[in-house]
């Protein structure tokens, strides 16, 4: 999975996405320092421990590096920034049942955002899975030669023992 660069000075503002699911009953949002544990209880459940790991950095940063999506009380999405490296966007997640109604757009529109906020010009997608996806949402262009990246082998389940 090759990382992807994205323009961020060139990126439409994310309001109309969040706007739109908030009519849906969908809210985009930070997630609370305190909301730490479920976040990384939903993003373990739903999708994997690695993605969880890499996304409690985000809870070391004020304001938190991170959007969730959230349907009523239910977690249904997240998405990190500045966790895996800086300038990093990912990971991100939107639970299968929510998906294609531009929730994953949402989150990564206001990701994106935050990492413009904190100055960058530009922002890395790690290691992207769907490339479709990131090149149709905000135009990210395939990095050369970016396999595997900085994305090394975790160690495995007996490193503990
Ligand atoms: C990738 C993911 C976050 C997208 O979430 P989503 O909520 O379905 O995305 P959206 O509904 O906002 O999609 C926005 C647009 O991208 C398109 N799109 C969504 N997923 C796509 C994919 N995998 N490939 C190509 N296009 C895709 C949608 O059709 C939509 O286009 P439209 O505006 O013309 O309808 C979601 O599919 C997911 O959680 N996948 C599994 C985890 C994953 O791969 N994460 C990325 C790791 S880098």
């Not at 000075?9 to 320092?33: F, N, S």
């Not at 249904?76 to 300038?87: L, P, Q, S």
Request: charged share 20%; aromatic share 10%.
């Amino acid at each position: 999975m090759p990382d992807m660069l994205v323009r961020l000075y060139a990126m439409p503002a994310a309001c109309e996405a969040v706007q739109r699911l908030k009519q849906d009953g969908i809210t985009i949002r930070r997630p609370q320092p305190y909301e730490c544990s479920v976040v990384r209880r939903f993003i373990e459940k739903n999708f994997s421990e690695t993605w969880a790991d890499e996304t409690m950095t985000a809870f070391s940063h004020q304001p938190v590096t991170a959007y969730i999506a959230v349907d009523g009380q239910r977690i249904v999405g997240f998405a990190a920034y500045e966790c895996t490296r800086k300038d990093y966007f990912g990971p991100t997640g939107v639970l299968p049942e929510y998906r294609k109604r531009g929730i994953g757009l949402a989150l990564l529109q206001m990701s994106l955002q935050g990492l413009a906020d904190l100055g960058y010009a530009y922002a890395v997608i790690g290691g992207a899975g769907p490339v479709d996806f990131y090149a149709k949402a905000v135009g990210a262009e395939v990095i050369e030669n970016s396999v595997p990246g900085i994305y090394t082998a975790p160690l495995p389940e007996e490193a503990q023992e």
